[in-house]
């Protein structure tokens, strides 16, 4: 008789707590399955899309190399033609000779 309440106990633990569990790990499982397709899938197509987009509105400039040489060579030689040696001594207003005391 205490074999059978045995039985009967773990019939109605796996018929009334089983089947919730079951369900829930199924629930929990597809809840990550949507959050890793959303993360990894989606999110990943939509960052495509906006780059084709983007690329679409960006207009093309050809650059004129000549000009940016000779502006670049202009602002070396003004560089280089000022030197340290060529500039005028400018007197320090800040800095004065002590008065005469008298």
């Not at 990550?32 to 999110?43: E, R, T």
């Amino acid at each position: 008789m205490v074999n059978k309440d045995k039985d009967n106990f773990f019939l109605i633990f796996i018929t009334n707590y089983l089947k919730p569990i079951v369900f829930l790990i199924t629930i929990a499982s597809l809840v990550c399955l949507m959050l890793f397709l959303y993360q990894n899938v989606y999110k990943t197509i939509i960052s495509a899309e906006e780059i084709a987009i983007l690329k679409q509105k960006v207009t093309i400039e050809t650059i004129n190399k000549t000009k940016i040489d000779q502006v670049v060579q202009k602002i070396e030689d003004k560089v280089s033609s000022t030197s340290t040696d060529d500039q005028v001594q400018i007197k320090n207003p800040f800095f004065s000779e002590a008065p005469d005391k008298k």
